[in-house]
């Protein structure tokens, strides 16, 4: 065993009643359980100074620093060094025994080759030629996991990140405004350009592959689906006539949207772009991403879409086609760098089809289990994205997906 301190803890593999934990609740058997890391390692006064700052001489972790997600745990590490003087770090930890449930042993797995591609990018993103593009990332003093051949038995294993704290300068939030949206758009051009033309080899990137969901039964299911959320938003229902059939016309047309944006996979993308895996600078002009989970080969505008419509404010929703703009002239500039042309109006004329494709995710997973209640609680949490806590996100997206699909 690599983490002896929860061999006691006994996993249930139904759903979960919670997706995500609740805040106000202290998890002391957690936290008596972080200094213990993959591998027999235990977090202490030596693999600080080895790891993280050779003048450490204390160290300690904030009790009210642990944040509990339904991915991973984080916590804060301060350390005290031969000059009097603290510095934070931020620490991610995934340990499948410590997180909610999930419904299958299936799923887990996957979840843990997405954690294992987190651990992967990081220590490819130190290589040299990769310089350009670490300004987009905290920097990472270290990441660790259980051995690879242990993934297939994701209850036996263990991560951990440790990265630079950036909350003295830096905040998280689960929306943004204009200005953050366009430092959003600046960055995912400078990382799908740095990225251009990849090897069509990688495995695709995004939770929300076709075919990463048809195990869950979503697409089978869609019209039901659909049904029963129509009855829990009554209101939605009388919004547009079109909108009673978006359950049947996603089903018909997933397999036509995934294909659509299987072709266009020319980068790498980040996968899961929204405001919770992005720290904004308090000033505004500066983001850096978290969270490399899902990332992996895609079409570009996939990290545009899921950004916008996961993360910008209610009442930013409608300038959704100014961001994309800025999004393909700030790629168009990083490409020509690279001396590599694209057709501007081409990248733009797709978005809605891209677009579509997520929200193919949104409305027969995402939503499978959304109510008026459920969103109220969501608004408290970290982690749910502004699609499962704003009404005016319900309504945007029902909306232009009726739209769109009616088109």
């Known amino acids: 065993m690599y983490l002896p301190m929860i061999t006691d803890i006994t996993i249930k593999m139904s759903l979960p009643k919670e997706r995500y934990p609740d805040p106000k609740k202290f998890d002391e058997k957690l936290y008596n359980n972080l200094t213990f ?29 642990i ?138 990137g995004g939770f929300w592959v076709l075919e990463r969901r048809l195990k869950r039964n979503e697409i089978e299911n869609a019209e039901e689906t659909w049904s029963k959320f129509l009855e829990r938003f009554p209101e939605v229902n009388n919004l547009d006539p079109e909108i009673k059939n978006i359950g049947r016309q996603i089903k018909e047309r997933s397999r036509e949207l995934d294909e659509f944006v299987s072709a266009g996979a020319c980068t790498r993308i980040h996968g899961d772009a929204k405001g919770w895996n992005m720290f904004f600078s308090k000033e505004g002009s500066d983001v850096l991403l978290i969270d490399m989970q899902w990332t992996g080969k895609g079409h570009p505008l996939q990290d545009v ?30 490409l020509d760098k690279k001396n590599i042309s694209i057709n501007t109006d081409d990248l733009r004329n797709s978005f809605d089809k891209v677009w579509m494709d997520y929200a193919r995710m949104i409305v027969t997973g995402l939503w499978k289990n959304l109510n008026k209640k459920s969103i109220e609680k969501n608004k408290s949490k970290v982690g749910p994205s502004m699609i499962n806590r704003s009404m005016e996100h319900v309504i945007f997206i029902t909306n232009r997906l009726a739209r769109l699909l009616h088109v």
């Open 37 to 65: 890391l993959p591998n027999n390692i235990t977090l202490d006064i030596h693999f600080i100074q080895k790891h993280i700052n050779p003048q450490a001489k204390d160290w300690s972790i904030p009790r009210e620093s």
């Open 67 to 204: 944040i509990r997600g339904m991915q991973a745990n984080m916590f804060t590490i301060k350390v005290l060094d031969d000059k009097n003087e603290t510095t934070s770090y931020m620490a991610k930890r995934i340990v499948p025994r410590e997180l909610p449930e999930k419904a299958s042993e299936e799923i887990w797995k996957e979840f843990v080759q997405s954690v294992r591609k987190e651990i992967d990018f990081y220590s490819d993103v130190v290589k040299p030629e990769h310089q350009n593009i670490r300004c987009l990332f905290p920097k990472v003093y270290y990441s660790d996991g259980t051995p690879k051949q242990l993934d297939s038995s994701p209850q036996e294993t263990s991560f951990i990140i440790v990265m630079e704290d950036l909350c003295e300068n830096y905040y998280q939030s689960p929306f943004m405004n204009d200005l953050q949206a366009e430092s959003v758009m600046k960055c995912l051009a400078k990382l799908h350009a740095h990225y251009w033309n990849i090897d069509p080899c990688m495995e695709r």
């Open 305 to 334: 879409a899921y950004s916008l419509t996961t993360t910008l404010s209610g009442d930013g929703l409608n300038r959704m086609e100014k961001h994309l703009n800025t999004y393909v002239e700030n790629l168009k500039f990083e």
